[in-house]
């Protein structure tokens, strides 16, 4: 299923370039992975996350799920989500449309703790599709 729904994002991506350019897709994807956090807290609300870590951890499940090798850490007050492997930016280069994961990733994130925890924010450290060797995002309270 994994590969199936890179597929989907990847075909839709392709209509929203042909139909408005790629600025106009560039927009639209941002869009949609904002959508999908959104989405993502509804879901996450119902499991009732009592802190900033059991939100990371939870992004962590949701990750491992789609095929990310990821781990969490805390320190303090802020917890890191750490992707050693992640299929996403393979699929953007098999996809032949260039761009990269990273984008729509922080968008996702970011909207999924604004929805959840507007005292959150989330920064991204280094990313797999900019060629670090992981994807590490720092979850602090502003």
Known sequence: MIHVSHDFFHRWRRAALESGGEEKARQME?????????????????????SLKAIVDLI???SAIMG?????????NTCFLVHSACPWPESYRASGLGGSC?????????????????????????????????????????
């Open 30 to 50: 941002l869009r949609f992975w904002e959508l999908v956090g959104e989405g993502t807290a509804e879901a996450y609300r119902r499991l009732n996350p009592a």
């Open 60 to 62: 962590a499940r949701s």
């Open 68 to 76: 990310e090798e990821v781990t969490t850490r805390e320190e303090g």
């Open 102 to 142: 990273r984008p729509g990733c922080d968008r996702w994130f970011a909207s999924t703790l604004a929805a959840l925890d507007d005292g959150y924010q989330v920064e991204t450290l280094s990313s797999l599709a900019d060629g670090d060797t992981t994807c590490t995002r720092q979850f602090s309270p502003k």
